[in-house]
C-alpha cells in the first residue's frame, strides 16, 4: 500500500534553513503530483507547494521566495527547504500525493517541527 | 490567494444531518471541479473524503456527500455519528495553478 513517511530535523533556530524529506513507498512517483501541506499548532491546514513527477514545481505565494521543493526519483523521495525561519513557521508539517488538480488522497503521518533558538 | 471561507463550527445530534459550507471566488470554486473535503481527528493526519466535488473515494461512508453552487461548494453528513465530530477542511484548485484550503470547521456532535 501507498505510504509516505516525513523526516527531519524537529528543531530549527530563527533565521535557519528547514529542511525535511519525504519517502514513498508502496508506488511510482511517476504520473502524480507530491506536496508539502502544514499545519501551525491549533490551526488550519497551509498548502507550501508541491512537484510534478517531470519536476516542475509551484508553491503558495505567500512563501514562494522562501521555498523549493525538489524531487529525488531514484530514492523514491522529494523533499522540503524553507528557508530564513521565524517562530511563525512553527507547525506540523506533512507530505501527501497530490497538487495541482489532483487530490491530497495519501498523508505521512505528520512531523512537528519548531522554530526557536 | 486567500483561503477559503469555511464556518468555525457546526454541530448536530445523532441521527441528524448536517452542512459544511466552502465559499470561494471565480478563481477557485467558482471555476473548477476539483474540490476536495478532508476529515481531521485530533492528532492525526487528514483523510481525502470527497474529491471533485461530489466523489467518494472507496472506503468511505456514502454518508458524506459533496456539492456545489456558484462559487460554494458544500460538505453533507448524514445520519450523524459520533464519530464523524473531527475537523474538516475544504480544498481547491486555483487558476493560478496552485492549491488553497479552507480555514477548517470543528463538528460537534452533540
Known amino acids: 500500500q501507498v505510504q509516505l513517511q516525513e523526516s527531519g530535523p524537529g528543531l530549527v533556530k530563527p533565521s535557519e534553513t528547514l529542511s525535511l524529506t519525504c519517502t514513498v513507498s508502496g508506488v511510482s512517483m511517476s504520473s502524480y503530483y507530491w506536496s508539502w501541506i502544514r499545519q501551525p499548532p491549533g490551526k488550519g491546514l497551509e498548502w507550501i507547494g508541491y512537484?510534478?513527477?517531470?519536476?516542475?514545481?509551484n508553491y503558495n505565494p505567500s512563501l514562494k521566495s522562501r521555498v523549493t521543493i525538489s524531487l529525488d526519483t531514484s530514492n523514491n523521495q522529494f523533499s522540503l527547504k524553507l528557508s530564513s525561519v521565524t517562530a511563525a513557521d512553527t507547525a506540523v508539517y506533512y507530505c501527501s500525493r497530490g497538487g495541482r488538480k489532483q487530490n491530497f488522497d495519501y498523508w505521512g503521518q505528520g512531523t512537528l517541527v519548531t522554530v526557536s533558538s | 490567494q486567500s483561503a477559503l471561507t469555511q464556518p468555525a463550527s457546526v454541530s448536530g445530534s445523532p441521527g441528524q444531518s448536517i452542512t459544511i459550507s466552502c465559499t470561494g471566488t471565480s478563481s477557485d470554486v467558482g471555476t473548477y471541479d476539483y474540490v476536495s473535503w478532508y476529515q481531521q481527528h485530533p492528532g492525526k493526519a487528514p483523510k481525502l473524503m470527497i474529491y471533485?466535488?461530489?466523489n467518494r473515494p472507496s472506503g468511505v461512508s456514502n454518508r458524506f456527500s459533496g456539492s456545489k453552487s456558484g462559487n460554494t461548494a458544500s460538505l453533507t453528513i448524514s445520519g450523524l455519528q459520533a464519530e464523524d465530530e473531527a475537523d474538516y477542511y475544504c480544498?481547491?484548485?486555483?487558476?493560478?495553478?496552485?492549491?488553497?484550503f479552507g480555514g477548517g470547521t470543528k463538528l460537534t456532535v452533540l
Open positions: 480544498s481547491s484548485y486555483t487558476s493560478s495553478s496552485t492549491r488553497v
Open positions: 471533485d466535488v461530489s
Open positions: 512537484i510534478s513527477y517531470s519536476g516542475s514545481t
